[in-house]
């Protein structure tokens, strides 16, 4: 067994033992940060598969930008177990009935992909998740559009300004 085949499996178990841990645990803030764990886990099989800018987006946009926002709202929500809803039990087992239904669908996908696969996939060849190769055709055959939404998102920002702005 080589490297990469110890480095995906322990990064498959730390991503499903950290996403067992973020539907189990009582502490929603205790939940955001498993959830954190499951994101690098999954941007180090994004680098594992020579993606290296989908894991760097993954880990700012996703474990950095939204989980700082979940912690947040999470913090704001101010979760006390006295006040705690009780759960209907039909919508439990609307829950358990639909989570199963998404594990068989699940299931069928995957027993479909290893029957129609071939042999076995080899991991981290080829320069298909580089950013250079990503920048190269971002900027020759996209620079209208990537120019359009760049003007876009500024319009945007001196919009969201304006509008703060205060009168006096």
């Avoid at 645990?25 to 994004?46: C, D, Q």
């Avoid at 359009?148 to 703060?164: K, N, P, R, Y």
């Amino acid at each position: 067994m080589g490297l990469t085949q110890i480095l995906f499996w322990v990064l498959s178990v730390m991503a499903l033992g950290s996403a067992l841990m973020v539907i189990t645990r009582k502490n929603p803030v205790h939940s955001v940060l498993y959830l954190v764990v499951t994101f690098f886990a999954i941007s180090g099989h994004y680098i594992l598969m020579n993606a290296q800018f989908l894991a760097i987006v993954n880990i700012i946009v996703y474990a950095g930008a939204i989980m700082v926002l979940f912690l947040f709202v999470v913090m704001l929500m101010n979760l006390n177990m006295d006040v705690e809803p009780q759960k209907n039990r039909m919508l439990q087992l609307a829950g358990v009935i639909s989570g199963g239904s998404l594990f068989l669908v699940i299931l069928a996908a995957l027993v479909q992909a290893k029957n129609s696969a071939g042999g076995n996939m080899e991991m981290g060849t080829g320069d298909y998740g580089l950013i250079k190769n990503l920048g190269m055709t971002l900027f020759n055959n996209y620079v209208v559009p990537f120019e359009i939404s760049s003007v876009l998102f500024l319009s945007a920002m001196i919009g969201a300004v304006v509008i703060s702005k205060k009168e006096h």
